[in-house]
């Protein structure tokens, strides 16, 4: 039996499927709400499995858009499915931080991976996946390069305005007075980091602390939030998938 978690996401579209708890096929689209992206990913999952739509026997959906997705049976809001995604990806994971492209959330679970608490910025673009977009346009280098930049900074250059508009302005001058890009680089994904960090505190970070959403992926904001909370951080490959995840196992608990 195949189970299918879809997230439509702000800026991207994720599905899972799942062959009872094994993960059958992926698929995310850099596209998101409002776009032809979650039907692509749903389609791209169907075929990387060998499967078509009728041999989906629970769909379930999440993400900022999962009202929008016509085929689901079931929707699990955003919260519930990264931690179940994280909880499958690291059982011992009791702390969360997902950074997507629009908010940032630090999510607490309970031994059983159910949410115990959480915070969230969804107000502003510091601290998110935006932020690092814009500052990737800034620098005219993809987002996908950033960690490799951060990596080869000697110093990272202070960046202490807390607002995006502000902080493209700070980047600019940065690179004009001749601040190498790499120290740039560490500066913005440090600011990122920070932002996030003094989210997770208020809320207080119980080990084992792992990280899911798009963010996720830059080395460089993660070595910065290790640094600045003073614990390690679990990271999968698979971290933007994890709503999606959560979703699809949902929608497994739920119907086998
Ligand atoms: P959403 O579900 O809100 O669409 P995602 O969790 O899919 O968000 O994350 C999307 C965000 O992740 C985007 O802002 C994108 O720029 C950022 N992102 C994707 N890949 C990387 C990367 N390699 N390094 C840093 N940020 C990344």
């Known amino acids: 039996m195949l189970f299918a978690g879809i997230d439509v996401g702000s800026t991207t579209s994720k599905c899972i499927l799942l062959r009872d708890s094994e993960i059958a096929a992926s698929a995310l689209v850099d596209m998101g709400i409002g776009t032809a ?12 499995a060998g499967a078509g739509p009728e041999d989906i026997t629970c769909c379930a ?10 085929g689901a049976d079931l929707t699990i809001s955003e919260l519930t499915a990264h931690g179940l995604g994280n909880h499958f990806l690291f059982p011992e ?8 492209g629009q908010d940032a959330k630090v999510i607490h679970l309970d031994a059983d991976g159910r ?7 969804d107000k502003c673009a510091a601290g998110t996946g935006r932020f690092l977009e814009v500052m990737a346009n800034v620098l005219r280098i993809p987002i996908g390069d950033l960690e490799v930049l951060a990596a080869q900074a000697e110093h990272a250059a202070p960046i202490s305005s807390t607002c995006t508009v502000f902080a493209e302005s700070e ?11 790499p120290d740039v680089v560490a500066g913005i994904c440090a600011s990122v980091a920070s932002r ?6 208020r809320s207080g ?6 990280m899911s959403g798009g963010v996720a992926q830059n080395g460089g904001v993660r070595r910065a939030l290790e640094q600045a909370l003073g614990v390690p951080i679990a990271y999968s490959p698979q971290a933007q998938m994890a709503g999606a995840l959560g979703a699809a196992l949902h929608a ?4 086998s």
């Open 37 to 48: 992206g979650p039907k692509e990913a749903y389609s791209q999952a169907l075929a990387a």
């Open 61 to 70: 959906a999440t993400g900022y858009g999962r009202a929008t997705w016509k």
């Open 93 to 100: 994971a009791r702390t969360v931080i997902d950074i997507g």
């Open 252 to 255: 497994w608990h739920r119907l």
């Open 171 to 181: 980047v600019i001058s940065q690179l004009a007075s001749g601040t190498p890009v």
């Open 196 to 201: 996030v960090a003094a989210l997770a505190k």
């Open 205 to 210: 970070v119980k080990e084992q602390v792992c």
């Open 115 to 121: 949410m115990a608490n959480f915070v969230m910025n």
